[in-house]
């Protein structure tokens, strides 16, 4: 596949470094989401199997007809270890895109894991197994795999562009998509609100209950207490 020169399949782009994946995925989902503008998240619909499963790594993007894996085949014989293979399946529910076997052979082959705006089937096997799968729910069905799609070129799935080798991140609130070119601004961003957090937290276990940009907040707002009107 390294020589293949099919004009639907990427196989060279820049990828987020391994160093800025190793620190994003110290944040949360939400924290990064919430630093980066609010934006950037993914469709709810689009959940982990398993609550505790956790995916941070530089996108591989696959562009697919619903019901047809073709290209997700494609993907796992390009991938690098640590790549997250991110799908843009238009949200189809009528059959899985993947199953025990590519999850398998996605894990052997040391991808972070797979993030499908489609459904997946052998939940047991892919929960117990424990390699990061987000999805919009099952379907026992299968696929074929028959239908040409896109590797690598830009996606949109689930209300998301995204580009080969930006960041994904996802864990049980979600999955938040960052531009490569501004992962490291967002990793400064993100433990700083981390921080923040975790210290109004603190001062809410002190007895520090409303937090203090509320009444400005309000003000700003146009909202009047009762004392102010009187």
């Not at 782009?13 to 630093?35: M, Q």
């Not at 981390?194 to 509320?214: C, S, Y």
């Amino acid at each position: 596949m390294d020589n293949c020169r099919h004009p639907e399949i990427r196989t060279r782009f820049e990828r987020t470094s391994k160093e800025l994946v190793e620190a994003a995925s110290a944040l949360p989902a939400a924290i990064l989401a919430d630093v980066y503008g609010r934006r950037g998240t993914l469709h709810g619909r689009i959940t982990p199997l398993s609550p505790t499963m956790k995916v941070t790594g530089p996108a591989v993007t696959v562009e697919v007809r619903p019901g047809d894996n073709l290209m997700i085949h494609a993907a796992l014989a390009i991938a690098q270890p640590g790549d997250v293979i991110i799908v843009d399946g238009k949200g189809d529910q009528t059959c899985a895109l993947i199953g025990e076997i590519m999850t398998t052979q996605a894990q052997q082959a040391g991808l972070a894991g797979m993030v499908l705006d489609a459904a997946v089937r052998d939940v047991e096997a892919l929960r117990a197994n424990g390699f990061p799968v987000f999805s919009v729910g099952a379907n026992p069905s299968g696929p074929t795999k028959f239908v040409p799609g896109r590797l690598n070129w830009p996606i949109s799935i689930a209300g998301v562009a995204v580009n080969p080798g930006d960041l994904v991140v996802g864990d049980a609130d979600g999955v938040v998509i960052i531009e490569r070119e501004r992962v490291a601004e967002m990793i400064e961003a993100g433990r700083k609100k981390m921080a923040d957090e975790q210290n109004r937290i603190k001062g809410i276990h002190e007895g520090k209950l409303v937090p203090g940009w509320l009444a400005k907040a309000l003000s700003a707002a146009g909202v009047r207490s009762e004392e102010s009107t009187q």
